[in-house]
């Protein structure tokens, strides 16, 4: 089935740069949006990043942006965060997750719009 393994996480300290992966396997990755989620303890899900299909349109929360890049390498199936100026509050569990979508403008940000999660790959970044 389906599946989506993130990788890359660990411990940063404020200001510096850290690069996620994640890796799809069980479905065809070019047909699919593939978004980046961040979840604190006690917090809700919220979204990163995300990319369409074509690579041709990226998405990010105003948090992130200028800071974060999202991309995507369709022959690897694997799509990168690469995440710089870290600071403190990014520290979260960050999900990559699938999405079928025709209009991936509308639903980049909802997590309802995606069907198949990863696991997590834990983040944290020192004061």
């Known amino acids: 089935e389906a599946q989506l393994v993130e990788s890359g996480g660990g411990l940063v300290q404020a200001g510096g740069s850290l690069r996620l992966s994640c890796e799809a396997s069980?479905?065809?990755?070019?047909?699919?949006?593939i978004g980046w989620f961040r979840q604190a303890p006690g917090k809700e899900r919220d979204f990163v990043a995300g990319?369409?299909?074509?690579?041709?349109?990226?998405y990010y929360a105003d948090s992130v942006k200028g800071r974060f890049t999202i991309s995507r390498d369709n022959a690897k199936n694997t799509v990168y965060l690469q995440m710089n100026s870290l600071k403190p509050e990014a520290t979260a569990v960050y999900y990559c997750a699938a999405a079928w979508i025709t209009d991936y403008r509308l639903g980049s940000q909802s997590a309802t719009t995606y069907d198949c999660w990863g696991q997590g790959t834990q983040v944290t970044v020192s004061s």
């Open positions: 990319i369409s299909r074509s690579a041709g349109n990226t």
């Open positions: 069980g479905f065809t990755f070019d047909d699919y949006a």
